[in-house]
Structure formats: C-alpha cells, structure tokens
C-alpha cells in the first residue's frame, strides 16, 4: 500500500507541475457562473411564459429538469476532461520522459503504478464531479426552487461514468503517445453523446433501428447509458405532456437504464483494467 500512495502522490504533484488543475478550477468557476445567470433569468421570466390553455404543462419542472440535465452535461464535460488530463500520458507519456522507467523498477512494478494511477485520478475526478454535480443542484434548487426526482444517484453515475473514461485513457495511454490518447479519448466521449441523442430521436420516431443502434452503443461504452440513466432519474415522476416533452429533448431520460448497465459498468471497467494491465506488462519500455 506505500507504494500505491508513492504513485498516487507523484501523479498529483505531475498534475500540479502541468498546471492541469488550474485550467479546471478556471473552466469550472466560468461554468457555475454562467449557470447561475442562466437560472436567474429563466426563472425570472419563468411566470411571464405561459402554454395555451389546452396545453398542460409544467413550466417550472420543466425549466427546471432543462437546466439541471444541462449542468449534468457540463458535469461530466469537465469530469472527463480532468480525467484525460490526469491519466492520457500515464504510461507512454512518462516513458518518452524517461519518468516510468524507474517507478516500474524493484519494488513498486507494472502492475502497482497502473492500479495505483487509476486510484489516484478516480479518487479526484469523483471527488470533482459530485462537488461540481451538487453545487449546479444547488444553484438549481436555491434560484428556481425545483428539485429533481432524484438527488443523489444521478451525480454517482455521473461520478461513475467518469471512472469507466479514466480506465479507457489509462488502456490507452499503454498503446498510443499522449496525443493519440487524448484525441481517441474525446471521441469516442463525442460518439457516446451522440449515440445517446440518436437514441432519444429513435424513441421520438418510433425508429426501432435507431433505438437499437443507440443501446448497442450505450453497451459499448457505457459512461453514456450511466449519464443518460441519471438523466431519466432526476424526473422520473414527471408525467403527462411535461414528461413526454422532457423525454423528446436532449437531456432526456434513457431507454438502457437500471441495475443491469450499473454492474456491466463495473465488469467492464474491470475488463478494460484487465487488458491494460496485460498490454503494460508485455510493453517493450
């Protein structure tokens, strides 16, 4: 276990030197105040907007799951980006550097740095998704005084939705340079994304190809179904027009959702973890 804390600790003063933890801090106080604006003029004007008389909607739970699903998005946005920062050069980036070769020596190992590199980013990226998830549920909350169905599952899939991006970047920082990682880390967060959204307009359409086509996707990479369950929970008691329009837009619920994507999660996490380690430990350094 010392050797775990040694790593964990050369991780955090590796993204201390890089500045990594600036360029977060300064992205997310831009974002809570910016969604903190955001809420204030929408739930200022809230009352001054009106449906037509045969049309039941709730405007306020609507504006407001509307708002929460959006800093749900920023969330993890910023959760993944603090995550590719911490880990996309983990191994090839410190090898280039000449920084792994001794940690990898007698008595630390493959097997303890790369264990020891998840644990350390997971510790901080769950740390930073839920202060940053809870802070935007206040501001929510505190501003519009609407509250989700749910409050505190949806930030714990976010926190792990990031946790299944972090064992993915540290895979890849075992066969790509750090550049390569990166690149290939944000796409495949982007084709998540869009792969959800497909799913919502499948569910629009009737589109039972495209409904098919998202879950799949959400199985693939489930850091996706895990935000778009939160999604679903957090109005998961809205009904009528108000639920079905919710349902229609981006920050919709999801059609993988539940106990099942939660411990596929995990498995595949640990499967990822698996061939990470196989691929370091067979690495020519």
């Given amino acids: 276990m010392t050797a775990v804390w040694v790593i964990v600790g050369y991780g955090f003063r590796e993204a201390v030197r890089r500045k990594m933890f600036a360029v977060v801090i300064v992205l997310t106080v831009a974002f809570l105040f910016l969604f903190w604006l955001a809420n204030h003029y929408v739930f200022k004007d809230l009352s001054t907007i009106t449906p037509p008389r045969d049309v039941n909607v709730d405007t306020r739970t609507f504006a407001g799951a509307f708002l929460v699903g959006l800093s749900m998005f920023a969330t993890l946005?910023?959760?993944?980006v603090l995550a590719v920062f911490l880990t996309l050069g983990a191994v090839t980036g410190d090898a280039e550097r000449g920084l792994l070769q001794?940690?990898?020596?007698?008595p630390i190992g493959r097997s303890t740095l790369l264990v020891a590199r998840f644990?350390?980013?997971g510790a901080v990226c769950t740390a930073y998704v839920l202060t940053v998830y809870f802070a935007g549920l206040l501001i929510t909350g505190l501003t519009g005084h609407w509250w989700p169905d749910q409050v505190a599952w949806p930030g714990v899939e976010l926190a792990g939705g990031v946790l299944v991006v972090i064992a993915l970047s540290l895979l890849g920082s075992v066969?790509?340079?750090s550049t390569a990682n990166g690149i290939a880390i944000f796409m495949l967060f982007g084709a998540g994304l869009v792969a959800?959204?497909?799913?919502s307009?499948?569910?629009?359409?009737?589109?039972?190809t495209i409904e098919h086509a998202s879950a799949v996707a959400s199985w693939a990479l489930p850091f996706e179904a895990l935000y778009q369950d939160g999604l679903r929970m957090i109005t998961e008691h809205a009904s009528g027009l108000t639920g079905f329009l919710l349902q229609l837009g981006p920050f919709g619920g999801a059609y993988v959702h539940g106990w099942g994507i939660r411990l596929w999660a995990v498995v595949y996490v640990l499967i990822v973890g698996t061939i990470a380690l196989v691929s370091f430990a067979r690495k020519n350094l």
């Avoid at 946005?77 to 993944?80: A, C, E, M, N, P």
């Avoid at 959800?196 to 799913?199: D, E, Q």
């Avoid at 307009?201 to 039972?208: F, V």
């Fill in 201 to 208: 307009i499948g569910h629009a359409l009737n589109s039972h």
């Fill in 175 to 177: 066969v790509l340079s």
């Fill in 196 to 199: 959800g959204l497909l799913g």
């Fill in 77 to 80: 946005f910023l959760g993944v």
């Fill in 119 to 121: 644990l350390g980013a």
């Fill in 102 to 106: 001794p940690l990898v020596a007698r």
